[in-house]
């Protein structure tokens, strides 16, 4: 591996042990453990799952590294020039489901991708982001968020969040729902016009900021009392969220097509989830105002007081 490529690597397993050292602690009822795998075309990974704890019931946070002759259909959809050519890919990637329906569901990913060809330089770029799925939302945490994610692009450039916003807001779309999936974050991706050594920090910059964002509305909802009407909503809503990781998700599209391994990619669902034939909210109930109202795409920061 180029010099590069080692740095990258570096970052982001340092970044998982932060990320699972700081999730496991809050936790404070369940460890995460850990599997290494190998892919037999090339390549492996780190996967940490933690399972029924105090406040996670289920959550990974996966490390992978996979190189290959040919980039998969997914990596070269939006950049068809590049087919054909070996590929190295690496990232972290993160999903944690609570289980109080009070405490919403949190991703994150970041990724480096290298588009390799003997007596060429490689063709390299960025992607990640982070985004929030609340059930019981408020408007406290959605405000947050997004000023967490703010501030982590705030030294890039003034356009960089509205830019990687929106794009967060168009991408986590159910278009066959009509609807968001959450209330958004940042998402970037094919990121190379800027030279290597700012988009690496931008991606670092981002990967910090996850657990920056999250903690904090975990602390704040964490005991907030709750019964089987709000699990159930949890579970109905969880469905839009395996709808669309199995449907339009890149992510778990590329693991799948590169042959990566199963388990891991597919830890991002939740253990338990229902689905009802064209159940609605009650009118004018909490369950009701979270698509009404937070699963809207607004400019959360213009409610700050």
Not at 35 to 45: L, M, T
Not at 69 to 80: E, F, T
Not at 115 to 134: I, M, N, R, S, Y
Not at 288 to 302: G, S
Request: with cysteine; hydrophobic share 35%; charged share 25%.
């Amino acid at each position: 591996m180029s010099n590069r490529t080692e740095a990258v690597k570096a970052y982001l397993l340092d970044l998982q042990d932060r990320i699972c050292n700081a999730l496991q602690a809050e936790d404070g009822g369940a460890e995460f453990f850990e599997e290494s795998w190998e892919r037999p075309a090339g390549g492996g990974g780190r996967t940490r799952v933690i399972e029924n704890g105090s406040l996670i019931e289920k959550g990974g946070v996966n490390f992978s590294h996979v190189f290959g002759d040919s980039l998969p259909p997914s990596a070269s959809a939006h950049r068809p020039e590049l087919a054909g050519r070996g590929f190295q890919a690496m990232g972290v990637s993160l999903v944690i489901h609570p289980e109080n329906p009070y405490v919403p569901t949190s991703h994150a990913n970041v990724r480096f991708f290298s588009a390799e060809k003997e007596g060429e330089e490689p063709v390299w770029w960025f992607g990640g982001g982070f985004d929030l799925t609340p059930y019981y939302a408020n408007e406290e945490d959605c405000v947050y968020w997004h000023q967490v994610a703010f501030d982590a692009c705030k030294p890039f450039g003034d356009d960089v969040y509205p830019k990687f916003k929106a794009w967060c807001d168009r991408y986590f779309h159910l278009k066959h729902r009509g609807e968001p999936r959450g209330i958004g974050g940042l998402f970037f991706d094919d990121l190379n016009e800027w030279d290597f050594d700012t988009s690496f920090a931008f991606m670092r910059a981002i990967g910090d900021a996850y657990i920056k964002a999250y903690l904090p509305i975990v602390q704040r909802r964490k005991l907030t009392p709750y019964g089987e009407r709000e699990r159930e909503f949890q579970a109905y809503r969880r469905g839009r969220y395996v709808e669309f990781n199995l449907v339009f998700d890149r992510g778990t599209l590329f693991g799948l097509q590169s042959g990566g391994r199963t388990e891991s990619i597919l830890m991002s669902l939740p253990p338990h989830v229902r689905w009802g034939y064209d159940w609605k909210p009650e009118a004018g109930s909490e369950e009701a105002r979270l698509t009404e109202y937070f699963l809207q795409d607004r400019d959360w920061l213009k409610l700050q007081g």
